[in-house]
């Protein structure tokens, strides 16, 4: 025969007479462990924020101490030079022939006529460059000794294995 489950056993206490008596205490004595397992817990965490405060601040006080007790450097004040005398400044205005003077008749000026230039437009192009994947790499160089390299952050890299190669690679 099976040993009888927590549910079966659970239905077979709460049918039998007998058994709320000892149901209950069964429950309180849980609940009870259960309340004593947190409140020493509590406890637990209070001492050990009370001790870390504690600590904390023994580590402020020395840092405090140690600063003020520090033999401090001993510096001779020099006396501050007296203020520098104001030296005053005199100017003229420049002579006429000092000053340099731009007119428009010193300057050529150009102009171009319509067959004398070349118009050049540009406009959008198609796209000249061509995305392959890594099997297409390897196919266009099949028959050379090449590997594809892939370093963890990096892009892949493609290796020559044999740099005497390089010239019968095919052009782009």
Do not use: K, Y
């Amino acid at each position: 025969m099976n040993p009888p489950s927590d549910a079966e056993q659970l239905l077979a206490d709460v049918l039998a007479d007998t058994s709320g008596a000892a149901f209950r205490d069964r429950a309180l004595d849980q609940t009870l462990c259960l309340v004593r397992r947190q409140s020493a817990a509590r406890r637990r965490r209070q001492t050990g924020a009370g001790l870390l405060l504690a600590v904390a601040g023994c580590f402020a006080l020395w840092q405090g101490l140690t600063r003020s007790s520090a033999p401090r450097s001993q510096t001779a004040t020099v006396p501050a030079a007296p203020p520098a005398r104001l030296v005053q400044v005199q100017s003229a205005p420049l002579s006429p022939s000092q000053l340099v003077v731009t007119g428009s008749s010193t300057v050529d000026s150009f102009s171009s006529t319509p067959g004398s230039f070349i118009l050049v437009e540009s406009g959008p192009r198609g796209r000249t460059v061509q995305d392959v994947d890594d099997t297409q790499l390897l196919s266009q160089l099949a028959g050379h000794r090449v590997a594809l390299v892939r370093f963890p952050d990096r892009r892949p890299e493609l290796i020559l294995l044999d740099p005497a190669e390089l010239a019968d690679l095919p052009a782009p």
